[in-house]
């Protein structure tokens, strides 16, 4: 009888114990990050058609859902303000009483030691819907940096534990670093939105956040699609002018850039589960097209193992409710 090859891997695949036991990549509740957005009012809670189970809420309803979050497990959420009085210069992101500021006071009373993560960018607060202010039909970068350190400025004033700029300006990482050094907040991280692509995946987002672009698009500041070495030098112009956290954004179609990132720089690394990822899973599910539990495991654990520390995800409450687990 000829010898079966001495190493056969189904042996450590006969039980889910075992499989447990041996398994290399686990996703934990702790490293998810849950978005929300805020919109002014009381007592509002608007659902977000295109992504089922998300909804826009008011500071004060934000601040419980914030609490029923930490009480789950969820250790951290990300921000978005959405205005209802939207300028040409986005006025409403640096005013130290705008929605953001106020949901941080609310939220750190109602949930002390969720960490609180802000969005920085102008696209929610301005009448055209860009991420900067616009000159000749497209943004200008330098004069949007100003706006953005002190957009940071005011998050860091309210409370925020780390400010994450999205909105793709060069050196915007720079200038917020070197306002919050100059502000007494040297101990504030940054999680820059460093390796941010120009996706169709974003377009659910748009919905929630009110921030689709009157005319044009994104492509002349977020990363084109098919670039991989530029995601690498976005990332080491980020790490050299203050970034703590990188992300590559969306997630799953660009695991190959979250490994690279991982990879070259040893940065911890966020992936952003985007909106049409989500929207996609909830809209086969609804169907009876796909087992959205066990698809949703699958897809974070993928994210995990590409290389990514902290994912966000509209998902992440639903993880930590135990989704999937056996
Ligand atoms: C703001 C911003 C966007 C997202 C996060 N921050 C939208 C965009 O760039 O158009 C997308 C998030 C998502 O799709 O879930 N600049």
Redesign the pocket.
């Known amino acids: 009888m000829s010898r079966f090859p001495a190493y056969r891997p189904r042996r450590l695949r006969r039980s889910e114990a075992l499989r447990r036991l041996v398994r290399e990549t686990r996703v934990d509740a702790a490293q998810l990050v849950q ?1 929300l957005f805020v919109v002014p009012g009381r007592g509002v809670e608007r659902p977000i058609e295109s992504m089922p189970g998300i909804a826009q809420r008011s500071v004060d309803r934000t601040a419980e859902e914030c609490r029923r979050l930490r009480d789950l497990g969820v250790p951290a959420v990300l921000l ?1 303000g959405v205005p209802d009085k939207k300028d040409a210069r986005g006025s409403g992101a640096t005013d130290l009483d705008g929605i953001v500021p106020r949901a941080l006071g609310a939220i750190r009373e109602a949930a002390p030691g969720l960490v609180l993560v802000t ?1 920085v ?1 102008l ?2 607060y301005t009448d055209h819907g860009h ?1 900067g202010v616009v000159k000749d039909g497209d943004v200008d970068n330098d004069p949007t940096l100003e706006l953005l350190a002190a957009e940071a400025l005011a998050h860091a004033r309210a409370g925020a534990d780390i400010v994450a700029p ?2 793709m300006m060069d050196g915007r990482v720079g200038a917020i670093r070197q306002a919050l050094d100059g502000a007494g907040f040297a101990q504030l991280p940054i999680m820059a ?1 460093a390796a ?1 692509f120009a ?1 169709a ?6 919905d929630a ?1 009110e ?1 689709a672009p009157r005319f044009g698009d ?1 492509r002349s500041y ?1 990363m084109d699609p098919a670039n991989g070495d530029e995601a690498l030098r976005e990332v080491a112009l980020d790490i050299a002018e203050g970034a703590d956290l990188v992300m590559v ?2 997630a799953l179609p660009y695991l190959d850039i979250v490994r690279r990132v991982k990879q070259r720089f040893g940065y911890p690394v966020a992936a ?1 589960h ?3 990822e ?1 929207a996609m899973v909830k809209a086969a599910a609804a169907r009876g097209w796909i087992d959205e539990a066990r698809v949703v495991e699958e897809s974070l654990v993928a994210i995990r193992r590409a290389g990514a520390d902290v994912i966000i995800t ?1 998902f992440a409450a639903d993880v930590a409710r135990g989704l999937g687990r056996r």
């Open positions: 978005p978005f969005d960018c696209c929610e991420c999205s909105d939105y941010k996706s995946f974003y377009g659910p987002f748009r956040a921030s994104r977020q954004k969306p952003y985007v909106s049409g989500y509209y």
